[in-house]
């Protein structure tokens, strides 16, 4: 009796941390996400665990005596592994609000693409923002923040040691205006030269009626967006690399205020 409740309580500890690093990889940008192959997924959820879990600490782990009590430790688990990666994915929706802000004014809001980090369609632009972040991620090695952050969580907030509070909800509005706002701000040089083009077309409509303005406005919008784009590069990387950083703080920021 004694041997196979140490075998059930092994079992429940290895599965709760097979379900906090699933957490993370189902939804994490780059190393998981609908645009990583299920199986790939499925293999990295078990090595990592098969690593992490055998160097993890015991002490104050209280396993269920029933189903439901499982059942509970579960959902704790994976709200920690969803949290680290929900982080990661709301950084990234700056990326996406930025896009279709410009992509509207630059017309493009007709034309849409399939976005496989968010399952939706978004606008070229919006899909363009998601790709150079994911390439701006790598470069700074922002994959291994995540792997990282997953293995700091477990000694921050020991499995079955997650605290429901009212902090959690706070800290996410927080980090939703947060977010918002680096959305329009990086649209904001773009929205604006497209706003000077809108007035200064208004303004030749008015001194030559016989233009055709409307594809004139399309195509001075197309073209300087472009332009604009190419010209940004440098302070758009600049942005998103400051903006990555501040999500590799607010992962930590959220395990502190799950911890209790």
């Known amino acids: 009796m004694d041997a196979f ?3 059930t ?4 500890f290895y599965l709760a941390a097979l379900v906090r ?3 993370v990889i189902i939804a994490a940008p780059i190393i998981g996400g609908k645009e990583m192959p299920r199986l790939v ?3 990295l959820v078990c090595i990592l665990t098969l690593l992490i879990a055998p160097t993890l600490s015991r002490a104050g782990f209280l396993p269920a005596h029933d189903l439901l009590g499982f059942a509970a430790i579960v959902v704790r688990e994976l709200g920690v592994g969803l949290g680290i990666s929900f982080v990661a994915l709301l950084t990234f929706g700056a990326l996406q609000i930025a896009g279709e802000f410009v992509g509207r004014q630059m017309g493009f809001a007709m034309a849409q693409v399939v976005n496989p980090l968010f399952g939706q369609q978004t606008s070229i632009v919006s899909r363009f923002n998601v790709v150079l972040g994911s390439l701006i991620l790598l470069t700074m090695n ?3 923040w995540f792997i990282q952050a997953l293995g700091d ?3 921050r907030i020991p499995i079955n040691g997650l605290q429901w509070s009212p902090r959690i909800s706070g800290f996410t509005v927080e980090l939703f205006a947060s977010i918002y706002f680096a959305g329009v701000k ?3 040089p773009l929205v604006c030269a497209s706003l000077l083009i809108t007035v200064a077309v208004g303004i030749l409509a008015r ?3 016989q233009l055709n303005v409307m594809m004139l406005s399309i195509s001075l919008r197309i073209g300087a967006g472009l332009i604009g784009i190419g010209l940004l590069m440098t302070y758009f990387a600049a942005i998103v690399q400051r903006l990555f950083m501040n999500m590799r703080r607010d992962i930590y920021m959220l395990l502190e205020v799950m911890k209790g």
């Open 207 to 209: 001194i030559a009626p």
């Open 21 to 23: 690093t699933s957490g």
């Open 9 to 12: 309580d092994n079992l429940q």
């Open 186 to 188: 990086l649209a904001a």
């Open 5 to 7: 409740s140490t075998l």
């Open 41 to 43: 997924k499925v293999g």
């Open 153 to 155: 969580s477990f000694a």
């Open 142 to 144: 922002g994959h291994h």
